[in-house]
């Protein structure tokens, strides 16, 4: 268990529709990422946020946003959900924000959009 | 940019034999090197770090791994293989903007492991 909780574990929803994934990150850790496991693109960095501040964004769509709130556990939101979403998404946490840091994964969410 | 290689897509090898998984990375200066590793239906557990010193690094699992800098390589070894191991195993380097306060990781397509009997 390396303490990062995810919520929910799985997710099915329809095209159009919009998700929200949440993330709990380990006690004491100011960082928060997100990751996309597919399997055309593989593990993707979608976002980082640190201290409740967006660090640096990857390949993230304009669908997707993400917020990190005052207790720090973050959330990202997918909207107008396509096919091609579908996809394990992966919160990771750390203490610092670079990338000497060593970042401890959640179980992710996996998500089916139909 | 950065970016990280692993060759192999699919590796199989028989239980109690060595194992040697292949990364190379491109980087611009000495990276922050990891190997994660991913069962089925799990999440990402990290087996080894490498950020400087010592060019072997030990991890857990038995695991160890080597940086070499003149071969941009950070290899993944384990001298006997259990059937536990088989899993996907990904390795990744630390990005850095110029500003130095990125943190994400870069990953691998991923290396199959799967174990004979």
Same mark, same amino acid.
């Given at each position: 268990d390396s303490g990062v909780t995810q919520t929910p574990k799985h997710l099915i929803t329809a095209t159009g529709q919009r998700v929200t994934l949440r993330c709990s990150p380990r006690s004491g850790d100011l960082s928060v990422y997100w990751y996309q496991q597919s399997l055309d693109q593989?593990?993707?960095?979608?976002?980082?946020?640190?201290?409740?501040?967006?660090? /640096?964004?990857?390949?993230?769509?304009?669908?997707?946003? /993400?917020?990190?709130?005052?207790?720090?556990?973050?959330?990202?939101?997918?909207?107008?959900l396509e096919l091609g979403d579908s996809a394990l998404y992966f919160c990771a946490s750390s203490v610092g924000p670079t990338g000497e840091e060593t970042q401890y994964f959640g179980p992710g969410t996996r998500l089916l959009v139909l | 940019a950065q970016s990280v290689t692993q060759p192999d897509i699919h590796i199989t090898v028989s239980e109690g034999a060595s194992l040697e998984l292949r990364c190379n990375y491109s980087y611009g200066a000495t990276p922050y090197l990891f190997w994660y590793v991913q069962s089925p239906g799990q999440g990402l557990q990290l087996l080894l770090k490498y950020f400087s010193g010592d060019t072997l690094v030990q991890g857990i699992k038995g695991f160890e791994a080597e940086f070499k800098r003149s071969q941009s390589?950070?290899?993944?070894?384990?001298?006997?293989?259990?059937?536990?191991?088989?899993?996907?195993?990904?390795?990744?380097?630390?990005?850095?903007?110029?500003?130095?306060?990125?943190?994400?990781l870069i990953f691998g397509k991923g290396t199959k492991l799967s174990v004979k009997p």
């Open positions: 593989g593990l993707q960095f979608l976002i980082q946020y640190y201290n409740g501040e967006e660090r /640096a964004k990857g390949n993230i769509l304009e669908r997707f946003s /993400a917020q990190q709130f005052p207790d720090l556990h973050s959330e990202l939101n997918l909207s107008s | 390589s950070f290899n993944l070894r384990k001298p006997s293989v259990h059937w536990s191991d088989a899993a996907e195993y990904f390795c990744a380097v630390g990005a850095r903007n110029y500003g130095g306060s990125q943190g994400n």
